[in-house]
């Protein structure tokens, strides 16, 4: 086989049309070896090629005779000696960070380790057995693919709808789905599914991680799985578990899959994975960064180099200190831009990325870096704004361009509907976009993504009928998953046949997804909750690759009514711009006129005072937003005006009447959405009657006059 020198950069296997360039970064590594095998389940190497060749800590060969379909991985050489932070074992197959397909998942065995598990001292011997059949091969990738006039929606973030959902878990049990498509990268695209996210109004899908991941050993010895997939291998590979075609289609049917969400308009956001890898703490496997070069790669204690930070809780941090590790994010995140054409990132556990020495730093270089970036600057950032390490609670502390997971939006919106006392005034805040945590840093309300349920945690239908977790299926004696759930069951815990608390449920449910619809902010809504899905109480089914997790399509009468009323209330927030404005409201008069942009009414109609917000009996809220609030502008600038209108909202036990503010001579209020009238009732007069636990949304019709309604946003 011919070895010709080759390129440093850039990093990964390039295939040019004539041969592959190899390149992978080690900066204390004594060689590096490029091991090809011939076939899948390949048990040795039929080649292994020293590289010859290192330029800045990058060992690199051109090999002319290689084509996409090679098969491949590396074994790196140097010092054994865990007490320094350098774990280097050539009898270890290791996987190219930089690989854009492999070939399978990881197979459990002691081989994979590193270090001998047998030896009383734990990791300080190396083991001498090969763990190539164990490890999936890294794959040479054709790239060309048919894009045609593929271009990205670029949804305003001002009106976007996030739709949260799993690969798998969405599409794996839709009847109109084809049996040998379902759970993958292509059912995601089909007609039924784009359909559904269509009449919703959704603009977004944000995929759980799909980066190639690796499951627990305790785990699989459990007969589990990772079905979230938050321990990533490799940060270029589309997972293979959702791909139906041989190894290495994962790369076009993921393409496929994005190309058909843009045609109708659906961006595609990727749950993102880089403050941790799969290789967890020093008594995992060995599979890619630990073998390449722990010290570069891993954030290691000072004064203990065996043992590595942790701000995931998933036994290592990736080194952001390391200008190595930050290329290898960046190179990462432009490759799903340019070349998968994904158009956002939700970042988990984002702080971990901001640490560059101990604390959290705002302005760290990742953030610099990537604001200045001509690429990543463009797409949509999400930041999950909190880790485990000290200070990790960031929410509203992200800088101008990210916009942030709000969990307060979240607990706030629990605890009122749940009926706690002491809610209005954070009610209040959080309804018009949390101006407290991102008004204060040239922020918008749309910095804020606004979510009542997501992955992690209790569905809608299970955050009304479960007070505790149930989380035994996952085999930790319930002793995973929050306790702070801010749920309430309503009467009985679980499922029930009684009438009463099975329509309390329903309204609770259906006054979630109206606030979500009607503040300000981005709504990110969770697959299935549209349908009223249930996890029975598991609110950590991050193992359940099964009924659990995977959305029921047979719809029940209640489900097909839920759906129906989602997508009026998320239809609601399109024909209304000012339920999507891009500034925060000023509480004060608007355009020379003597009416506020957003006034805050007590039920009996008067202006809400200090004392009304502090009373602890008070469950009823009224807000009044002005048609002229919106700041819309048409693609000549010209302002877009909407309708004004009257937000209702009782998490009170008893029925309570509202008086309706007089604005205009002969104008009257239209009933838009009700919560406890799902099917509609008569306009009111002078004042209406909001039902316990209902939300209502109210619309002054001036006759024609004042404000107009522009079609387009219908």
């Avoid at 894009?147 to 973030?157: E, L, S």
């Avoid at 390391?322 to 990462?332: A, E, F, G, K, V």
């Avoid at 925060?584 to 039920?603: C, E, N, Q, S």
């Avoid at 469950?619 to 693609?635: K, T, V």
Wanted: with cysteine; net charge negative; hydrophobic share 35%.
């Amino acid at each position: 086989m011919r070895v010709w020198p080759g390129r440093a950069q850039p990093l990964g296997p390039t295939w040019d049309g004539e041969g592959v360039n190899f390149a992978i970064f080690s900066e204390h590594a004594t060689g590096v070896d490029l091991c090809l095998f011939d076939g899948d389940e390949d048990t040795r190497e039929s080649a292994r090629i020293p590289l010859r060749e290192c330029d800045g800590y990058v060992w690199h060969a051109y090999l002319p005779d290689i084509r996409p379909g090679q098969r491949y991985g590396y074994r790196v050489h140097g010092p054994w000696a865990p007490e320094d932070g350098h774990r280097f074992n050539p009898a270890k197959l290791l996987l190219d960070p930089y690989a854009r397909a492999l070939t399978g998942p990881v197979r459990w065995c002691d081989a994979l380790a590193g270090h001998d598990p047998g030896d009383p001292r734990l990791d300080l011997v190396p083991s001498a057995t090969d763990s190539a059949p164990w490890l999936p091969k890294c794959l040479v990738v054709e790239s060309a693919f048919s894009w045609g006039d593929d271009r990205p929606p670029q949804v305003p973030w001002n009106r976007t709808v996030i739709y949260e959902c799993h690969v798998k878990g969405l599409t794996q049990r839709h009847p109109e789905v084809p049996p040998a498509l379902r759970g993958s990268y292509l059912a995601l695209g089909l007609d039924p599914i784009v359909e559904h996210l269509q009449r919703l109004g959704i603009t977004a899908v944000e995929l759980l991680p799909v980066f190639q991941t690796i499951t627990d050993r305790a785990l699989a010895e459990r007969g589990l799985t990772n079905y979230w997939g938050y321990d990533p291998i490799a940060f270029f590979a589309p997972d293979i578990r959702f791909a139906v075609g041989p190894p290495g289609s994962q790369v076009s049917e993921f393409k496929t899959m994005v190309k058909r969400l843009h045609r109708a308009g659906i961006e595609v956001i990727l749950d993102v994975v880089y403050n941790h890898t799969g290789e967890s703490g020093r008594l995992g496997p060995t599979v890619f960064l630990r073998g390449i070069d722990n010290a570069s790669y891993y954030r290691l204690v000072p004064e203990q180099r065996r043992e590595y930070v942790d701000f995931s809780g998933c036994g290592n941090s990736l080194n952001m200190q390391h200008p190595r590790t930050i290329q290898l994010i960046m190179d990462s995140l432009r490759y799903w831009v340019l070349e998968m054409h994904v158009d956002g990132f939700r970042f988990d556990l984002a702080p971990a990325l901001a640490r560059e020495l101990w604390e959290v730093d705002r302005l760290s270089s990742f953030f610099d870096i990537i604001q200045q970036d001509p690429v990543l600057s463009r797409v949509k950032l999400i930041a999950e704004p909190w880790d485990l390490g000290p200070g990790g609670y960031q929410v509203g502390n992200f800088p101008p361009g990210w916009a942030e997971w709000n969990g307060k939006y979240r607990d706030t919106v629990r605890r009122f509907w749940r009926g706690d006392p002491g809610q209005l005034g954070e009610l209040a805040t959080r309804l018009t976009g949390s101006s407290d945590l991102y008004g204060r840093s040239a922020r918008s309300p749309h910095a804020s993504i606004n979510f009542v349920t997501a992955h992690d945690g209790f569905t809608l239908r299970d955050l009304v009928s479960y007070e505790r977790k149930h989380n035994e299926a996952n085999g930790e004696n319930n002793r995973d998953g929050s306790d702070a759930n801010w749920s309430r069951n309503w009467g009985v815990e679980g499922p029930t046949d009684d009438p009463v608390i099975a329509a309390r449920r329903e309204r609770v449910m259906r006054s979630f997804l109206a606030t979500l619809a009607v503040s300000l902010g981005v709504p990110m809504l969770t697959a299935g909750d549209e349908i009223g899905r249930t996890q029975g109480g598991n609110n950590n089914a991050y193992c359940q690759d099964n009924d659990t997790s995977w959305l029921d399509w047979r719809l029940d009468a209640s489900a097909r009514a839920l759906l129906d009323f989602t997508s009026r209330a998320l239809a609601l927030r399109r024909r209304h711009p000012v339920l999507r404005r891009r500034s925060f409201f000023y509480g004060r008069p608007i355009g020379g006129v003597a009416v506020k942009d957003v006034t805050w009414l007590h039920p009996d109609g008067h202006e809400m005072q200090p004392a009304d917000w502090s009373a602890p009996d008070a469950r009823g809220l009224a807000m009044l937003i002005d048609g002229m609030a919106s700041d819309e502008r048409d693609e000549r600038g010209k302002a877009i005006v909407g309708d004004t209108l009257l937000v209702l909202l009782n998490a009170g036990d008893a029925c309570q009447v509202f008086t309706l503010p007089a604005l205009r001579a002969g104008a009257r209020w239209r009933l838009e959405l009700d919560t406890a009238y799902p099917s509609g009732r008569a306009d009111p007069g002078t004042t209406i009657a909001i039902e316990p636990y209902s939300l209502a949304v109210l619309r002054l019709d001036s006759g024609g006059a004042g404000a107009t309604r522009v079609s387009e946003q219908a």
